[in-house]
């Protein structure tokens, strides 16, 4: 009896080694363990034996049936990591081919640099204001120290809706607006649409965007302009870059400056966009005019500040390399789906 | 303004490439726009003395020269006539370099070696084109052997300067130099201005009166016996220099004058001042005039001129008159110096169409003082030029002369104001280089000479410190003080949020003029009587065609599509948030509106999808679609009214196909415009947590037909009115018509959800709920079961 236990023993072994699916290893099982099975008939054989050696016999049999037990479940294991290996194999698919997408459209480059130009002054403590763009020649011009008959009102080709109404020049009216309604410390950006009747042409449009900037307190120095607006230029045009302020003039600052800032295209090396120069010129900036403070209510002998104005066609212009200030007003599809 | 480099020279010893200089005087305030260097490229061209000269041996066209270059005398073959023994010209030596980059070397020319060439004036990039034959000769007793760019004068070149409108002296090259003299620490040079008077008496050659305090002063001089001929070469270099064409001596001087210290002059010929008698007085409305062009114009009372007894010889401070210009046989001249008011010549040059050197400088409002310096030096040039006597006396009508102005300036306050430190003495000093008297004590005593008008308060005082103490010295500092928060406003907050929904969903947003032509309200079929005609115009447009101010955004987008469209791109998404602008009592409503175009693979419920997104985002519940019949830009079947809370905030649809063929486009336009203020007034703030739902719901299905004019909304009503204890969702799955479906009908399917939140519901409720809604729905609207 011993002897046939030790048989099947090998025999089932070397079925279940052979077997390559979950089904034939069912039927080994049946064929061995099953209510008519071999080791079933032989442990029901058991009877005849002597009872010294039912226990003997009766023990190793268990142990055959544990060791067919445990062979099977390892082979059931290993056939289903094939199994499963082989099904993975047959489904590779081809990852190059396209995604399915939801169309996603895209906002102009104009205001998609504006809201980048706002993230940086919103985080060094600047509000938006906003102003109306058919605007009183008081704020426009008087206000800011450009009475009538100012010469610098020829450098501004004015559009007139009447006498004491004009299309907003630049956003520097929002100054004085600003300050009637709040009261230091301000900072502030105004950016918005001003109107220039310049004859259309590759880099003149009648309509163009500007940003003003406002910042009065207690104590502003001219040291504070450079250090905001050198701050801002390295956040927007990179940590490298440097900044140059030259004197110039503004009826409502004073001082007054230029701020040029080191070409973003070269570097600084001189190229075809800076002129060979390696400086463009971003914005005028001075302190504001002791009048314009006046004007917004503010008393100059215990406010200053400083204000700043730069245009966004010419700086979106040279970051995206467009030529042709037409482009951004004419809204060719396939031009704005280019940034 | 055009500043010959060697012109500035002669009143400040600075001795810096003319780069470095344009460099520090941008960085003090004078900006220069261009640095033009003449002669820059040329190279190793010297002047040499032609010894001899013979015929070449084998080309009749050809001679062979010997030529003294200084050191040695090399042979050089020349095809040029015009030379002759004796003559000093340009020589290109071996290994020379022309402007162009073009380089001589030597070689051999029919047998013949040359070594070098010899130049014309276009070679040597002085002039434009060979208008003046051969050899440029040099003229006799020029030194031999010298570099060509010393003795023409090409080294240094010109400083071309933008001088903005406060610095009325620095249009003068005495301004600029002042301006030198104040960066680099140099003493200012003075002006020549001697002259001997003869003993007559100007009086008996001129009368001068002023009828009008637009003229602040009137000065004169008289010349006699005046040689007119050319001016000499070096003035006529410098007056082409800085831009001026050269005329004759005369006329020459007053350019000269005017270039050199900012004050125009004027010339005129006393033979043709009738009755001997200036008179500045307001011009005639039509009065008619000739200028110096030869154009005749019309002037008008608004204007001053220059007159004699029989009419104007002068448009003052513009252009002088045709009849009394200085002529070849002109022997007695009157050299006017007047100073005139500033707006009043800017707007008769703008009235005119005449902006004149002259003009430009006058309506800057020039320092009346700088008169006599001017007078002088003009007549100092005639003495210098050897061409006239001037007439003892001048006539001198000045009746409010300007004084320098005085204030106090806190040398401390200015260092706190600008953020940097420095002494009050070095303050002094260097207001003291821009002609400035400084008295020194606590404060500073500053007395402005009359020439800066533009400095009558201390931030004027703290600007020329800090230019001169260069703004790139300043120090770069964080603003201190109270922290400030920056807050979005919800209106900014909330746009930003109504693009981004649009940007997803696939829209690009567009950029369009705020101004539209008056026709593009027939374009898109506005009765004559709509409001949206009432619109804010411009006084002086750039054309019709954008000459009113929007009152709507529809015509700016149908525009966008049409561009598109023309340029085939037939799939088009697009949207704008821009204002309109509407008149009202003082300024004009400029509410911000948000219209949304599509063209393409689309049609009205894609557009309808898309704002109801846009609401679903902000929150925005009781919105109500009216259909529209009468809304002129729209298919009638085809436009919704946009209701919030009842009130009408906008319009959307399918464009009307007349309105469509207007803008050329051949397919269905899908368009929307809404104001957003009614929006962000609506926009709900506060979300509230309800709990998940606990019980299980019951999903019923229900499909009906109903007559075609039956609307959804109808049904939908019906459902929630007769379920509304029990039912959670009703959602439309089907829209048919077709096969099965009796003409003029249409089937509609919709899934509805029960749920009770407090237990689960039985099969018996859903049944009898669900039962009245059927019954109602074919008691109300015909329905039938299908």
Redesign the interface.
Known sequence: MREQLEKIKLEALEEIKEATNSQRIDEIRVKYLGKKGSLTTILRGMGSLSPEERPIIGKFANEVREFIEEEIKKALLNIKNKERELKIKGEYIDITMPGKK???????P??KVLDEIKDI????????AEG???E?DYYNFEALNVPK????R??QDT????EN?V?RTQTSPIQVRTMEKTKP???IIAPG?V?R?D??DATHS??FYQIEGL?V????????L???L??FAKRFFGEKTRT??????F?FT????EMDVSCFVCGGEGCRVCKGSGWIEILGCG?V??DVLRKGGIDPDEY?GFAFGMGLDRIVMIKYGIDDIRL???????F??QF | MKVPYNWLLEYVDIEKDIREVADALTMSGSKVEEVIEYGKEIDKVVTGLIEKIERHPNADKLRVCQVNVGEEVIQIVTGAENVQEGDTVPVALHGSTLPGGVKIKKGKLRGVDSNGMLCSEAELGIADDDSVHGIMILPKGTPIGVDIKEILGLKGGILDFEITSNRADCFGIYGIAREASAKFRVPLKGIETSFKEKDENIKDYIDVEVKDDLCRRYAARVVKNVKIGQSPEWMQQRLMDAGVRPINNIVDITNYVMLELGQPMHAFDHRFINGKRIIVRRAEDGEKFTTLDGVERTLDSSMLVIADEKGAVAVAGVMGGLDSEIKDDTTTVVFECANFNGPNVRLTAKKLGLRTESSSRFEKDLDPNLVDLALDRACHLVEALEIGEVVGGKIDIYKNPVKPYTLEVDPNWINDFIGINISKEAMANMLGYLGMKVEVGDKLKIEVPTFRQDIRIKEDVAEEIARLYGYDKIKAEKIKGEAVEAVLTREQRLTNIIRNVLVNRGFFEINTYSFISPKAFDKIRLPEDSPLRNTVKILNPLGEDFSIMRTTLIPSIMETLKINYARDNKEVKIFEVAKTYHPAENMPYEPVKLSIGMIGKVDFYDLKGVIENILYVLGIDKVDYERDEKNPIFHPGRCAKLLVRRKSVGYFGEVHPEVAENYEIEDRIYVAEIELMPLFEAYKTERKYKPLPKYPAVDRDIAILVKDEVAVAEIENIIWKIGKEIVEQVKLFDVYKGKQVPEGMKSVAYSIIYRREDRTLTDEEVNKVHESIIKSLSEKLGAQLR
């Open positions: 939801v169309e996603i459209g895209g906002i102009h104009l205001n002054f919103f985080g060094m403590g600047f509000s938006i109306p763009e058919v009183l008959n100012h010469p610098a020829d450098e559009f007139y809706i009447s109404l299309l410390p301000i900072r649409r109107y009747s004859a259309v009648p309509i910042v307190d207690k104590g502003i120095t001219m040291a504070n450079k250090g905001t050198e701050t140059k302020f030259r004197p110039h003039h009826p004073e001082p007054s400056a302190m005019h002791p200053s951004l007003y004419e809204n060719d599809i396939r704005l789906k």
